[in-house]
């Protein structure tokens, strides 16, 4: 069992940055794909993008260029750095992890999910 723990949200004026962590319990951390998604109000929620157990990263296209996902295996953390932030970013941020290790963008493929940190972007 993996439990997940977002922090690192916030109000920020738009251009500015954020960036979220997101801490895993468990051993099998370093094994897992770990995705970023979100969620608007009245949205479904969305893939931002995810980070493969070999460190190889995937974006959707409206973020591509502005957020950064990494990890840190020897802290059970994986972190999206959020530049450039516009008001349309506003949603609750969540992060998942993947035991199958690959890459995907579905939100069914996700096995663990954290609780959501909510970040605010004001224009």
């Known amino acids: 069992q993996v439990q997940l723990v977002e922090s690192g949200g916030g109000l920020v004026q738009a251009g500015g940055s954020l960036r979220l962590s997101c801490v895993a319990s468990?051993?099998?951390?370093?094994?897992?794909?770990l995705g970023w998604f979100r969620q608007a109000p009245g949205k479904e929620r969305e893939f931002v993008g995810t980070i493969q157990s070999g460190a190889r990263t995937y974006y959707t296209d409206s973020v591509r260029g502005r957020f950064t996902i990494s990890r840190d295996n020897a802290k059970n953390t994986v972190y999206l750095q959020m530049n450039s932030l516009k008001p349309e970013d506003t949603a609750v941020y969540y992060c998942a992890g993947n035991l199958r290790g690959g890459y995907s963008v579905r939100r069914s493929d996700y096995d663990y999910w954290g609780q959501g940190t909510q970040v605010t972007v004001s224009s």
């Open positions: 468990g051993r099998t951390f370093s094994s897992l794909s």
